[in-house]
């Protein structure tokens, strides 16, 4: 962009001093005409610099997702390929056998059925037990007349001693026979009353293996979190996973990454969020992807201290400013772009300031953007 500009300036150069001979060709024009391109290129470029700041650093960076079986067994399949195929979220990454664990949700639905019948048996208990209660108080409180009666009787000497005492056994027998009585009740209610969400015990055990049982076969189908690509993919059918969380089976790169632009830190003062940017990335020759600011990332490995029971160490103090990156928002219709984990280029932010200049940055940024088709090596 320089170089056209003095090529422009040159050429009105020519025109005023050589082809129409408007000014002489003196010292002083000489000087000044020297000059003059120098002010001009070096305050151009300094007000580049904090209007429309570049970076020669772009990065691109993606999250992973390490892949591990949360149940063993067989692979079954796997229907995915690995490289540059995205895998939608939902879509199958492979299966284990799942006959193990659809026989013990079989298994536990059985056990649920006579957990089940086993609650219907205390609520026929339950009836049984109050009724026996309730044949019980009846024939005590005969008893109870009996004894009444007997006693009566003897005292006037009507009656025979010998049938009191065994009216006032049958009533101690009866009183003892409802004591059982209303003990067996009490444990049958005691039963039945310890639910959890209104299923018994026994019954609320069973549906919770039972429900972890289907967790697990369902888990045995291990789908994508998200719309990602499949790197680093050494699963094949007939190989064994263990269902161990360090041991990943293969990891996914997400779609969508993260695009940072590193600026030095006096380089900052005016850009915000939401300013207009753009970014080019050797992948991409000659193309520039259109975006915004998203924000500053106002943190650095440099400005870390950890919590620590010793003092801070002489380098770690005395280590230099690092830079602090701005992270970009790439606008949805160059969002399709192949922006690769790991891509790196060159950006430009235009800042609310100085706008008649930033179309000297669009010019410079795009240039850059096709020299990235030249190959300069030699083997």
């Given at each position: 962009?320089?170089?056209?500009?003095?090529?422009?300036?040159?050429?009105?150069?020519?025109l005023i001093?050589?082809?129409f001979?408007?000014?002489?060709?003196?010292?002083?024009?000489?000087?000044?005409?020297?000059?003059?391109?120098?002010?001009?290129?070096?305050?151009?470029?300094?007000?580049?610099?904090?209007?429309a700041p570049?970076?020669a650093d772009?990065?691109v960076?993606?999250?992973?997702?390490?892949?591990v079986?949360?149940?063993?067994?067989?692979?079954?399949?796997?229907?995915?390929?690995?490289?540059?195929?995205?895998?939608?979220?939902?879509?199958?990454l492979?299966?284990?056998d799942?006959?193990?664990?659809?026989?013990?949700?079989?298994?536990?639905?059985a056990?649920?059925?006579?957990?089940?019948?086993?609650?219907e048996?205390?609520?026929e208990q339950?009836?049984?037990?109050?009724?026996?209660?309730?044949?019980?108080?009846?024939?005590?409180?005969?008893?109870r007349?009996?004894v009444?009666?007997?006693?009566?009787?003897?005292?006037?000497?009507?009656g025979?001693?010998?049938?009191?005492?065994?009216?006032?056994?049958?009533?101690?027998?009866?009183?003892?026979?409802?004591?059982?009585?209303?003990a067996n009740?009490a444990q049958?209610?005691?039963?039945?009353?310890?639910?959890?969400?209104?299923?018994?015990?026994?019954?609320?055990?069973?549906?919770?293996?039972?429900?972890?049982?289907?967790w697990?076969?369902?888990?045995?189908?291990?789908?994508?979190?998200c719309d990602?690509?499949?790197?680093?993919?050494?699963?094949?059918p007939?190989?064994?996973?263990?269902?161990m969380?360090?041991?990943p089976?293969?990891?996914?790169?997400?779609a969508?990454?993260?695009?940072?632009?590193?600026?030095?830190?006096n380089e900052l003062?005016k850009?915000?969020?939401g300013?207009?940017?753009?970014?080019?990335?050797r992948?991409?020759p000659?193309r520039?992807?259109?975006?915004?600011?998203?924000?500053?990332?106002w943190?650095?490995?440099a400005?870390?201290?950890?919590?620590s029971?010793?003092?801070?160490?002489?380098?770690?103090?005395?280590?230099?400013?690092?830079?602090f990156?701005?992270?970009?928002d790439?606008?949805?219709?160059?969002k399709?772009?192949?922006?690769?984990?790991?891509?790196?280029?060159?950006?430009?932010?235009?800042?609310?300031?100085?706008?008649?200049?930033h179309?000297?940055?669009m010019?410079?940024?795009?240039?850059?953007?096709?020299?990235?088709?030249?190959?300069l090596k030699?083997?």
């Amino acid at each position: 962009m320089e170089i056209l500009l003095l090529g422009i300036y040159s050429f009105f150069v020519w025109l005023i001093f050589f082809k129409f001979k408007w000014l002489p060709w003196t010292t002083v024009s000489q000087v000044t005409v020297a000059i003059i391109p120098i002010v001009g290129i070096a305050t151009m470029i300094l007000c580049l610099n904090i209007f429309a700041p570049s970076s020669a650093d772009v990065r691109v960076f993606k999250y992973t997702i390490p892949i591990v079986s949360q149940v063993r067994g067989r692979v079954l399949e796997v229907p995915v390929e690995e490289g540059n195929r995205l895998v939608k979220k939902g879509d199958v990454l492979f299966r284990v056998d799942p006959t193990p664990y659809k026989l013990t949700v079989d298994s536990l639905m059985a056990q649920l059925v006579g957990a089940r019948g086993g609650n219907e048996q205390l609520q026929e208990q339950l009836k049984s037990a109050s009724g026996n209660t309730g044949a019980l108080r009846t024939r005590l409180d005969l008893a109870r007349k009996r004894v009444q009666q007997n006693q009566e009787l003897a005292a006037t000497g009507a009656g025979n001693k010998f049938d009191l005492e065994q009216a006032e056994a049958n009533l101690r027998d009866l009183e003892a026979q409802l004591g059982a009585s209303l003990a067996n009740e009490a444990q049958v209610r005691a039963q039945l009353a310890a639910t959890v969400n209104g299923d018994i015990s026994s019954v609320a055990k069973i549906k919770a293996d039972l429900a972890n049982a289907e967790w697990e076969l369902e888990q045995t189908t291990v789908r994508s979190p998200c719309d990602c690509y499949v790197i680093n993919l050494a699963l094949r059918p007939g190989a064994f996973v263990a269902g161990m969380p360090f041991n990943p089976v293969m990891t996914l790169v997400e779609a969508d990454g993260q695009v940072v632009a590193l600026y030095q830190q006096n380089e900052l003062h005016k850009i915000e969020p939401g300013n207009y940017a753009e970014f080019t990335l050797r992948t991409n020759p000659g193309r520039v992807v259109r975006a915004k600011v998203d924000s500053i990332i106002w943190a650095t490995g440099a400005g870390q201290m950890q919590q620590s029971g010793t003092l801070p160490m002489t380098g770690v103090l005395s280590a230099p400013p690092n830079r602090f990156a701005v992270k970009f928002d790439v606008e949805e219709a160059d969002k399709p772009l192949l922006i690769a984990a790991g891509a790196a280029g060159h950006a430009a932010v235009y800042t609310d300031h100085g706008k008649m200049i930033h179309i000297v940055r669009m010019v410079i940024l795009r240039v850059g953007a096709y020299t990235d088709y030249l190959v300069l090596k030699l083997h």
